[in-house]
């Protein structure tokens, strides 16, 4: 590794990685080197063990400032949605996506959950 770039995990920053590498001297902020990788979906488990356990930690500690206002944003949307059917995305139901036009169902998540999941998206694309 040069000393012009700072360790990589997984094709992007390490969170912290770059801060570490600037406050221990291995690394100026002028000499960092960022790799623009693209990013890959989230994979559905890691979205829905993501957003479970994001929903658990809310009930004990305070989640982080803006996780919590993505979430509360989400449901906001979610709230007036012809699919929601009391708290979850419902299967039974049919909607147009809002880019596409095509007619899609409910993807059958519990919504407070899934709205804690930075990865997940609406099955409509409203969010």
């Excluded at 690394?27 to 658990?56: A, D, H, M």
């Excluded at 059958?108 to 930075?118: D, E, I, N, T, V």
Aim: overall charge positive.
């Amino acid at each position: 590794m040069s000393r012009k770039e700072t360790k990589i995990y997984k094709n992007v920053w390490k969170p912290g990685a770059e801060d570490a590498a600037k406050k221990f001297g291995f690394v100026s902020p002028e000499e960092i080197v960022r790799k623009n990788v693209p990013s890959k979906p989230t994979p559905l488990i890691e979205q829905i063990l993501t957003g479970w356990g994001n929903y658990v930690k809310s009930h004990f500690v305070e989640l982080e400032p803006d996780l919590k206002a993505e979430g509360q944003r989400r449901l906001e949307i979610c709230d007036p949605c012809d699919m929601r059917d009391r708290g979850t995305c419902s299967t039974a139901r049919r909607g147009k996506h809002v880019v596409t036009g095509k007619e899609m169902k409910g993807c059958g998540c519990r919504l407070a959950a899934k709205a804690l999941s930075p990865g997940s998206h609406c099955p409509l694309g409203k969010w």
